[in-house]
């Protein structure tokens, strides 16, 4: 029963932890948050910065909730209906902090892990009552993408996976949930494809990262922001859809166009990489560049609200 879900603790509040925080005041949730670095400032600042977006997509909100911080780990989570864990990706770590996050909770309440890629049934194994740790993995920024892929570990009670897709569902998510237990969930593996392809092109001197973005930016970019690739690929068929497409085009899977396996990952790509992505910011800082793209994916999730496509459907109407 995701109403019955006032409060949640935010464990962790780097740029996801925040975001989590942002979405959940949003719609009226009280946030209990946490960090070994202490920096409720900043905290606050990332809040602020994400309500004019959030407001521009949301424009009758239920009334805001509270947020709290708390130092001590077992003072934050304590009182909470539902956990959102996010630390560094690291297994040992994660294993570890979700175990004390377990013997400091309520028994029934819901841990999630806004892991990107480790499986559940390890980090939840030093757990007690590890039916409750599940995978609860958004996208950033998070109070603006809907996105959130959930899955369980071997241990996980299907009936908390139920709970947190309702729960997630009911802040403006499009809870998606895996199939089977698999590294890198759906969308991260897919990504790391893109980007290890991406490393080599780099690598290779075929294109700048300016090119890059640009190639997708302005072609399949778009038509993934309302139908993804497959479907995509249908239409790209013709009337005969995607066996034509495959019959048609199939034959150049043979061909060695891209690269499964990445770079080494050299000093000497490190720098092309970053004075390429330092040369494209042309002096906008990381914060102006949050803007800009806040500002990019409000008018396209407005857009596909009035189409009723994709991430538009988990917007409200507009009156």
């Known amino acids: 029963m995701s109403a019955d879900i006032k409060t949640v603790a935010v464990v962790g509040t780097g740029v996801i932890g925040a975001g989590w925080a942002a979405r959940l005041l949003f719609n009226g949730i009280n946030v209990t948050a946490t960090d070994p670095g202490g920096a409720p400032e900043r905290l606050r600042e990332s809040v602020e910065n994400a309500w004019a977006s959030m407001s521009a997509l949301f424009p009758n909100p239920p009334a805001r909730g509270e947020l709290r911080f708390e130092r001590n780990l077992v003072d934050a989570v304590g009182d909470a209906d539902f956990v959102q864990e996010n630390a560094p990706e690291n ?56 996105l959130v892929e959930t899955l369980g570990g071997d241990r996980t009670d299907p009936a908390v996976l139920d709970l947190a897709d309702a729960f997630y569902t009911s802040i403006g998510m499009h809870a998606l949930r ?16 893109m980007w290890r392809e991406i490393l080599h092109m780099v690598k290779d001197g075929i294109a700048t990262t300016d090119e890059i973005d640009r190639a997708i930016a302005y072609g399949p970019g778009l038509r993934w922001a309302g139908m993804g690739t497959c479907l995509t690929f249908h239409l790209a068929g013709g009337a005969g859809g995607m066996r034509h497409m495959l019959e048609h085009f199939g034959p150049a899977l043979e061909q060695p166009w891209t690269h499964l396996k990445a770079p080494e990952l050299t000093p000497e790509l490190i720098e092309r990489m970053a004075d390429g992505c330092e040369a494209q910011a042309d002096g906008r800082s990381v914060r102006d560049l949050e803007r800009e793209r806040d500002a990019y994916l409000v008018a396209v999730l407005q857009a596909l609200r009035d189409v009723n496509v994709g991430a538009g459907q988990t917007l409200p109407p507009v009156n």
């Open 178 to 193: 895996v199939r089977r237990e698999v590294e890198g969930y759906i969308s991260d593996r897919l990504q790391e494809a």
């Open 91 to 146: 297994e040992d770590l994660k294993r570890e902090l979700l175990a004390e996050i377990s013997r400091a909770t309520k028994p029934e309440v819901p841990i999630a892990s806004s892991s990107s890629g480790l499986l559940p049934s390890r980090i939840q194994s030093d757990c007690i009552t590890p039916e409750r740790v599940l995978i609860g993995h958004p996208f950033n920024p998070v109070y603006l993408l809907p």
